[in-house]
């Protein structure tokens, strides 16, 4: 049960970091400060790093989505909670919609991915060689 959680421990502790990070660009003032920035290319390297681990077990667009989908609401909150953004009801249940989703993606079973099949593609139909 744990091996099988890891990929997801992973790919959630990248999506920490995408919040992370773009709240380190946004206080880079377009990185001319040191330390937001060297923040920024930190935790954007790591970010990247576990999404590319992660899609060595979940499939890609289900891995995206959830990243990207629990970096955003995580950057927004983030934002209200320390005033950059104002707050509003609206916009928390917008944001706890993004998150439902990305957890309803766990949720749905992964199905069965077919490798690509090896060798050269095959003809489309009407383009047969003469």
Same mark, same amino acid.
Not at 97 to 113: H, M, R, T
């Given at each position: 049960?744990?091996?099988?959680?890891?990929?997801?421990?992973?790919?959630?502790? *990248?999506?920490?970091?995408?919040?992370?990070?773009?709240?380190?660009?946004?206080?880079?003032?377009?990185?001319?400060?040191?330390?937001?920035?060297?923040?920024?290319?930190?935790?954007?390297?790591? *970010?990247?790093?576990?999404?590319?681990?992660?899609?060595?077990?979940?499939?890609?667009?289900? &891995?995206?989505?959830?990243?990207?989908?629990?970096?955003?609401?995580?950057?927004?909150?983030?934002?209200?909670?320390?005033?950059?953004?104002?707050? *509003?009801?609206?916009?928390?249940?917008?944001?706890?919609?993004?998150? &439902?989703?990305?957890?309803?993606?766990?949720?749905?079973?992964?199905?069965?991915?077919?490798?690509?099949?090896?060798?050269? &593609?095959?003809?489309?139909?009407?383009?047969?060689?003469?």
């Amino acid at each position: 049960m744990l091996k099988r959680s890891v990929p997801w421990l992973v790919l959630l502790a *990248s999506a920490v970091l995408e919040a992370v990070w773009a709240t380190a660009l946004g206080l880079s003032d377009g990185f001319t400060r040191p330390l937001p920035t060297l923040v920024f290319i930190v935790t954007a390297a790591l *970010s990247m790093l576990g999404l590319g681990m992660a899609i060595r077990s979940i499939p890609l667009g289900t &891995a995206y989505a959830i990243w990207v989908g629990i970096g955003a609401a995580l950057t927004v909150g983030w934002a209200m909670a320390t005033g950059v953004e104002p707050f *509003s009801v609206p916009k928390v249940l917008f944001i706890a919609g993004i998150v &439902a989703c990305a957890a309803g993606l766990k949720l749905l079973p992964a199905g069965k991915q077919e490798p690509a099949p090896a060798g050269p &593609a095959p003809e489309p139909a009407g383009t047969a060689r003469r």
